[in-house]
């Protein structure tokens, strides 16, 4: 498929989003939210995929929505597109994803790092939710995901002030898992990418629908679901495989099964 503003290729199992609008610092406008999208189904639908990396430049993971395209819309508009919900189908992918995030990640752009399973930090990584300044909240899941992930104080103290973080303060707050030199970052997130899809993928599936429920459950119910999901994974021989390999003393290989 061709694409206006977001780079695509295939390393192997590994599915690579480039986000390239440098005029914009990578501005999530209405074309690059739907190319996104159609982009992680594209390889959500793949089992030849097991992972998708998201990245951006070494400028700019994405700094916000668009807002030259949102400044004069109306809340009428707005709602009736329900402006913003289709990136709730990126959230969707069940293919584990990971944020490779360089330079500005606001707005919006903090947002799509958030909607990712793993965010990965070049040291030159920047963090923001600097909507206030423009008189409007987070749209994307900033006041939700970000309130999970870091907290209510920091996520409070970003929402409120727009101010922006910088990697090593994400790192310790617990948004981003690892940080890294720039110039590392890609090969980083690719390498992980790859371990991840050297995994049997409905595993790596149920491991990440299972974390999720984490948010989205209390513990009891939470606990009970993860105990269902591990269960089923002995319904598959990708588990056999992997424990009979473990014994035998040799490297397991996975066939999605
Ligand atoms: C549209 C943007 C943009 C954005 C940058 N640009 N961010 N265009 N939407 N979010 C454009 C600039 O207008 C400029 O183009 C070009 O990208 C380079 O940006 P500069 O500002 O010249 O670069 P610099 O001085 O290095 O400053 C970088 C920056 C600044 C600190 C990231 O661009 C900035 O503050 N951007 C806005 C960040 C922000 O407020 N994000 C939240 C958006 S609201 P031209 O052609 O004009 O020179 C949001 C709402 C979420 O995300 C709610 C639901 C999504």
Partial sequence: TDFETILIERRERVGLITLNRPESLNALNTTLMTEVVAAAGE???DPGIGAIVVTGSSRAFAAGADIKEMAEARYPEFYLADWGAGWDRFAAVRTPTIAAV????LGGGCELALMCDIVLAADT???GQPEIKLGTIPGLGGS?????AVGKALAMDLVLT???????EALRAGLVARVVAADALLDEALRTAT???SMSLPIAMLAKEAVNA?????LTAGLRFERRVF????????????MRAFIEKRAATFTND
């Fill in 43 to 45: 390889f959500d639908a």
């Fill in 102 to 105: 360089a330079g500005y990640a």
């Fill in 125 to 127: 990584a920047v963090f």
């Fill in 144 to 148: 939700q995901r970000l309130t999970r």
């Fill in 162 to 168: 727009g101010r922006n973080m910088h990697a090593d």
């Fill in 195 to 197: 371990t991840i899809a």
């Fill in 214 to 218: 984490a948010f989205e459950t209390e």
């Fill in 231 to 242: 269960h089923s994974t002995f319904a598959t021989r990708d588990q056999k495989e992997g």
